[in-house]
Each structure stands twice: as structure tokens, then as C-alpha cells.
T-cell receptor
Framework: NAGVMQNPRHLVRRRGQEARLRCSPM?????VYWYRQLPEEGLKFMVY????????ESGMPKERFSAEFPKEGPSILRIQQVVRGDSAAYFC??????????????FGQGTRLTVV | GNSVTQMEGPVTLSEEAFLTINCTYT??????LFWYVQYPGEGLQLLLK?????DKGSNKGFEATYRKETTSFHLEKGSVQVSDSAVYFC???????????FGTGTRLKVLA
């Protein structure tokens, strides 16, 4: 049973370009969470999605960032017009149901975005 | 608000040394507490967890006890191995929510 798959592992973008990060949850999981780790900081919640629905985007920056989880295919985190401050590691996690506070979500390896 | 503070790294130890990585938290109510580990080139893996006061989580020789009186969840291992070299993250989830609150991570390097 493959784990949470994220790609690419490393992504380099020039300022002003778009970045697309993909996350395929574990088989049987329909709940996806995105976290961002800025340099020298802990992972911070960005967004929680179910298939075709954004449930909680309270951690998403108001501009340039969007996320989707279509009926078919991976979840996508899209960053438009990237800036140097977007350089970070982006982690995706999944769970079979909405995660209860005492249960775990399963994390992918992360995508390391570098904006030059 | 909710937060997690863990000791800064890197921590460098010789093989078979005793390990402690400190973690303290601030939270309302009764959060669940977690330690995650990230080995080089891999994703975060759950190492252990504790969901109520005085619970002890343990796995692979690692232990941590949920201490509500000191709001701490320190990670310990009696004898580390080179293969334990990784980044360790302390995290909490407030009761009734699904979001993790992570510490900044502590890098452990074990020398042969």
C-alpha cells in the first residue's frame, strides 16, 4: 500500500512563475491536508480538503495561493506569481476520515520549493 | 493560543548515549501530543503519541510521558544508534480539532 505521494520532490521557480505541487493521498483516503514549513519554523496548517470540497482554508495566504482536490486525480496546491518568501517545504497529509484529534494523518515526503 | 516549543538543535551524540529532546506546549483544554520523525529523504512518520495526562507513548525504544502539570512531552531514548539520526518534531492537536501544531524540529546526529 503506497503511502502519500508528493511530486515533484524539488521545484525551482523564478520569481513571477507559477508553482504546482501535487499530492496523491494513501489509497482509501479522501481527506487531504497541506502544511508549509518555512525556514527555521515548524510546519503550519494551510488547508484541508475533501474530494471536490475545500473544508478549511484558514491557513492559506489570501492571495496567489489556491488548492483543489478533484474527483479524479491528485490534490494540487497552486502558487501563482511566486516570490522569494514562498520558498519552503510543502507537506501533504491524508486520512481516511476527518482526522480526530487523537488519531494520526499520514504525511508525504514533501516538496521543497525554491524561488530564485 | 496553542504552541509547541522544542529544544533547538542540532543535537550530536555518540552511539549508545542517552537522548532527551525537550518539548513543552501551551494549549487550552486537553490536547493530544505527538512525536514525529523525519529520516533523511523521507516524509514525517509518527513515532509515538499520548492522548491524555500521564499517558506514556513508546515505540522503537523511544518514550515520552504526557505531563500536564509541567505541560511537557519530552522524548527520551536510553541508547541511541546511528540509524536514529533524523529530525524530530513535537506536535499537538487541540481536542476537537484536526490541525496539528508543530514545533520547529530538532535535528539529531548520532556518531559511530
Amino acid at each position: 500500500n503506497a503511502g502519500v505521494m508528493q511530486n515533484p520532490r524539488h521545484l525551482v521557480r523564478r520569481r513571477g512563475q507559477e508553482a504546482r505541487l501535487r499530492c496523491s493521498p494513501m489509497k482509501g483516503h479522501s481527506h487531504v491536508y497541506w502544511y508549509r514549513q518555512l525556514p527555521e519554523e515548524g510546519l503550519k496548517f494551510m488547508v484541508y480538503l475533501q474530494k471536490e470540497n475545500i473544508i478549511d482554508e484558514s491557513g492559506m495566504p489570501k492571495e496567489r495561493f489556491s488548492a483543489e482536490f478533484p474527483k479524479e486525480g491528485p490534490s494540487i496546491l497552486r502558487i501563482q506569481q511566486v516570490v522569494r518568501g514562498d520558498s519552503a517545504a510543502y507537506f501533504c497529509a491524508s486520512s481516511p476520515e476527518v482526522r480526530a484529534s487523537d488519531t494520526e494523518a499520514f504525511f508525504g515526503q514533501g516538496t521543497r520549493l525554491t524561488v530564485v | 493560543g496553542n504552541s509547541v516549543t522544542q529544544m533547538e538543535g542540532p543535537v550530536t551524540l555518540s552511539e549508545e548515549a542517552f537522548l532527551t529532546i525537550n518539548c513543552t506546549y501551551t494549549a487550552t483544554g486537553y490536547p493530544s501530543l505527538f512525536w514525529y520523525v523525519q529520516y533523511p529523504g523521507e516524509g514525517l512518520q509518527l513515532l509515538l503519541k499520548a492522548t491524555k495526562a500521564d499517558d506514556k507513548g513508546s515505540n522503537k525504544g523511544f518514550e515520552a510521558t504526557y505531563r500536564k502539570e509541567t505541560t511537557s512531552f519530552h522524548l527520551e531514548k536510553g541508547s541511541v544508534q546511528v540509524s536514529d539520526s533524523a529530525v524530530y518534531f513535537c506536535a499537538l492537536t487541540p481536542s476537537g480539532t484536526y490541525k496539528y501544531i508543530f514545533g520547529t524540529g530538532t535535528r539529531l546526529k548520532v556518531l559511530a
